[in-house]
């Protein structure tokens, strides 16, 4: 499976980090819009698959249209899309999404009341989306995932990723044009 939701997983992960801006995410029913990602290769200092397989990023080398998620310093986990082809090494981080549906779950996760802020970084949306470990290496077009298509293509701004300490100056970080939801505004 390489086409999920309007998106071509199969394609590079700058314009699958791209094409994955406006699309509902859903995690058991919870989840909205997704407003902000990151997209990462193994030619990329600052990717896990930088240096090859290894047990903690082996769902990144593949099959495409399938979750990777990894612990972020020893706390929060992270949720990326795999893609290219089976044994690439690449993917997408998803960095914010607008909370559409579930919102009073998503508060209580995340023991907050602000809309904005459940869903506004990485480590936030694993949590508000009750994503573990256990989401690692999933099918993104089975349950509990479920992706679909925006109604209307959304309006995408770019820049450098945040967050990393090799390659920032990358501008691989996408975002739809004047969310409220971004972990981070657009400069």
């Avoid at 094409?19 to 030619?43: C, K, M």
Wanted: aromatic share 8%; net charge neutral.
């Amino acid at each position: 499976m390489t086409q999920l939701a309007g998106v071509d997983f199969g394609a590079p992960s700058q314009e699958v980090a791209r094409q994955l801006i406006g699309v509902e995410l859903l995690v058991d029913g919870v989840g909205g819009r997704i407003v902000e990602t990151e997209a990462y290769d193994r030619d990329d200092p600052a990717s896990h698959s930088f240096s090859g397989p290894s047990e903690r990023n082996l769902a990144m080398f593949g099959p495409p249209g399938h979750a990777y998620v990894y612990r972020s310093y020893g706390i929060h986990w992270c949720l990326n899309f795999v893609c290219r082809e089976d044994g690439h090494g690449a993917g997408v981080l998803i960095r914010a999404i607008e909370p559409l549906e579930g919102i009073a779950l998503m508060r209580a996760r995340r023991g907050l009341d602000d809309v904005r802020l459940l869903c506004s970084g990485p480590g936030k949306l694993s949590q508000a989306l009750g994503i573990t470990r256990l989401h690692n290496a999933l099918a993104l077009d089975a349950p509990p995932f479920a992706l679909i298509a925006p109604a209307a293509p959304a309006t995408v701004v770019a820049g450098p990723r945040i967050g990393i300490s090799k390659a920032m100056e990358v501008p691989w970080r996408f975002g739809l044009a004047g969310s409220r939801f971004l972990s981070k505004p657009f400069r």
